[in-house]
């Protein structure tokens, strides 16, 4: 079983910037791929951002040149930096990542999620 601990939402005005982070903790062989994604009010979860464990990185397009996600592997660790805010980056966001359990199971697991909100 994997725990995931979200933190660094908050409100920021349009060209500020936050730092999302995102800790894994619990019971599992390996964090394999870890990712941010988003879902604003009325509208479906998307993708952000996600990055391997060897550190390949995709982004959403919308985000692409503002946002940055890195990794520690030695704490299990995601970070999403978003610089450039706008308002249309409101939304909550949520980390995931892909785990192999003791018993060899792949696993998809989701955090709670961490409410941005950018003010024009």
């Known amino acids: 079983q994997v725990q995931l601990v979200e933190s660094g939402g908050g409100l920021v005005q349009a060209g500020g910037s936050l730092r999302l982070s995102c800790a894994a903790s619990g019971s599992f062989l390996s964090i394999n791929a870890m990712g941010w994604y988003r879902q604003a009010p009325g509208k479906q979860r998307d993708l952000v951002a996600t990055?391997?464990?060897?550190?390949?990185?995709n982004y959403a397009d919308s985000v692409k040149g503002r946002f940055t996600i890195s990794r520690d592997n030695a704490k299990n660790t995601v970070y999403l930096e978003m610089n450039s805010l706008k308002p249309e980056d409101t939304a909550v966001y949520y980390c995931?990542?892909?785990?192999?359990?003791?018993?060899?199971?792949?696993?998809?697991?989701w955090g709670k999620g961490t409410l941005v909100t950018v003010s024009s």
């Open positions: 995931k990542t892909v785990a192999v359990s003791r018993a060899s199971y792949v696993m998809n697991y």
């Open positions: 990055i391997t464990r060897s550190g390949s990185t």
